[in-house]
């Protein structure tokens, strides 16, 4: 077997031509291979060339403390023309670019994307799945376009064997820019020192079935045979090229040092979860955690879903689930910030498309998500607003398919003065210091992330749970079925929602009133 060209960053810069679609891989701020596209970037700015190019991802890549990474290596108008992703949040300058109608964008289910890459591989059709029908990516409601100037289909509504499916159409892949750790000098890359093996291997093979080119950002070379094979993701026989990035870059997420427990080399003692003072945010965390079952397989999204970790140490039923994560990890603790996807302490660290084909099959308990704009039938948008592109990420993958899904978050949004309480907490109730000015359950949501439809017809248990009140999907919609004590129904609730939705009065005339240990500064004994 040859040995692999190294080369310099510069080198690889040129082996992209103009109108190629390229791939890269990462996991928000994890696994980037940022010495490549720091590359690419220098090469077009002082060049123009490449140009023309077609961006694909899955993960959205970058960290917003490291402005212009990631992803937006590439946000300079004329270097691409089309970009497909799955989120969009942490690359705003790409995001601008399609907001003002400057390139061709597309936003697709993560976990999608992570399943195209496979059958890009295998030369099939596309992907045929469920996943997204009835929400932004259903050509019913788009198709994924997020802007005027995006006109190609790359999503059809299909029917096989009576039953409705998406096919998400494949496409060639010319070039593949990887993140790995070692490799040899035949070219066979491991991960180990990454947060994961993430899609690099699924990647890999759909570029080189392409007849495209395979580069590799690593470490270090080393000699060949030295490696043990387990740890070999990116075999040399798909890979064309190898860069050693440097130091900076390589680190395992962007701006963070090597980690051995998120790359599961050893296990740390893990101080106690710290408790979280008592506010609305805990408050929501609180009442999500009664939704727990024993014994669940569990993802929690970023934010304040993130907080129902905290809630379950206080009180003792940690060992009572297992946490997920969508880049692969199992069990152990979520890491937040430029770590999201990576996990303390993991059980098992799998493939980003094999923890989705586990997540798009049902396999998750239940999950709870951050709740931004809900409409009367359920719906729900966290993927566009107005100036503001995030994109879906997983979002679609899991709620959809999750045996049961919870929506976190504060029932208005933008108080006037940030500087003063919201809330005023204890003796098992709460009153409203500051309304908001933004409402959340209004008449109609920008972008359909979540499809309230789809659910009914699948049967789906959803609740959307805020501070002051909790609300549950039904066939007749949103329902209001708990009120916080304290809470007055026609001024702090239904005068703040663009919609009237329909109660569950209990037998006596009234509405079940939220367990009032929520409100209360002490443990509410849920072990």
Same mark, same amino acid.
């Given at each position: ?43 077009? /700015? ?23 990474? !990631?992803?937006? $290596? ?17 690359? +705003?300058? &790409? ?34 799945? $469920? ?22 289909? %790359? ?76 740890? /070999? ?36 003692? %893990? ?5 979280? +003072? ?14 727990? +079952?024993?014994? *669940?397989?569990?993802? &929690? ?11 379950? *140490? ?14 692969? +990890? ?21 493939? $980003? ?98 499809? !309230? ?23 007749? !919609? ?50």
């Amino acid at each position: 077997m040859k040995k692999v060209k190294i080369l310099t960053p510069e080198e690889a810069a040129l082996l992209v031509n103009d109108g190629d679609t390229i791939a890269t891989g990462g996991f928000v701020s994890c696994a980037c291979p940022e010495t490549l596209s720091k590359a690419l970037e220098k090469r077009y /700015v002082e060049t123009g060339h490449p140009k023309d190019m077609t961006l694909f991802y899955a993960a959205g890549q970058g960290y917003r403390g490291t402005p212009g990474s !990631g992803g937006d $290596h590439f946000a300079h108008e004329g270097m691409v023309k089309r970009v497909v992703g799955g989120h969009w949040d942490r690359a +705003p300058g &790409l995001g601008k670019l399609a907001l003002e109608n400057k390139i061709e964008a597309y936003n697709l289910p993560q976990g999608v994307i992570t399943h195209m890459y496979r059958d890009i591989a295998a030369h099939n059709i596309g992907t045929i799945t $469920h996943v997204g029908l009835y929400t932004f990516a259903d050509p019913r409601n788009g198709g994924g376009k997020l802007n005027e100037v995006t006109k190609e289909d %790359l999503v059809k509504l299909i029917e096989i064997e009576g039953e409705e499916r998406l096919l998400y159409k494949g496409f060639p892949i010319n070039v593949v820019f990887l993140r790995g750790s070692y490799c040899d000098e035949r070219g066979n890359c491991t991960v180990h020192r990454e947060v994961g093996p993430m899609d690099v291997t699924a990647m890999a093979q759909a570029c080189k079935n392409s007849g495209g080119k395979v580069i590799v950002q690593v470490e270090k070379i080393v000699a060949a045979g030295s490696l043990d094979p387990k740890l /070999v993701k990116i075999p040399g026989i798909y890979v064309d090229a190898v860069v050693v990035g440097t130091d900076e870059d390589n680190m395992q997420c962007i701006g963070v040092p090597y980690d051995g427990a998120a790359a599961g080399e050893y296990t740390i003692p %893990l101080d106690a979860i710290p408790s979280i +003072p008592l506010n609305e945010r805990k408050v929501i965390a609180r009442r999500a955690a009664m939704e727990l +079952p024993n014994d *669940a397989i569990v993802n &929690l999204g970023t934010g304040m879903p993130e907080m129902i970790a905290n809630v379950a *140490a206080e009180e003792g039923i940690s060992d009572k689930m297992t946490l997920t994560v969508e880049a692969g +990890p199992i069990g152990g603790i979520p890491l937040a910030g430029p770590q999201f996807g990576a996990a303390a302490n993991a059980e098992a660290i799998l493939e $980003h498309n094999v923890q989705f084909d586990f997540y798009q099959g049902g396999g998750l308990d239940v999950a709870f998500l951050g709740l931004a704009e809900t409409a009367p039938n359920g719906d729900l948008n966290v993927s566009k607003f107005g100036t503001r592109l995030a994109g879906s990420g997983g979002f679609v993958d899991i709620t959809q398919n999750a045996k049961k899904v919870c929506y976190c978050g504060t029932f208005t949004a933008k108080v006037p003065d940030r500087t003063k309480p919201k809330f005023k907490i204890g003796d098992g109730q709460i009153k409203v210091l500051q309304e908001g000015t933004k409402k959340k359950f209004v008449k109609e949501v920008e972008h359909i992330t979540f499809s !309230g439809v789809y659910a009914n017809k699948v049967k789906q248990p959803v609740l959307y749970i805020t501070e002051r009140a909790v609300f549950e999907l039904r066939p007749e !919609g949103v329902t209001l079925i708990e009120i916080a004590p304290g809470i007055d129904l026609k001024t702090e609730i239904l005068d703040q929602m663009e919609f009237e939705p329909a109660i569950a009065y209990q037998e006596d005339g009234t509405i079940k009133l939220m367990d009032e240990r929520i409100f209360r500064d002490e443990p509410m004994g849920l072990e």
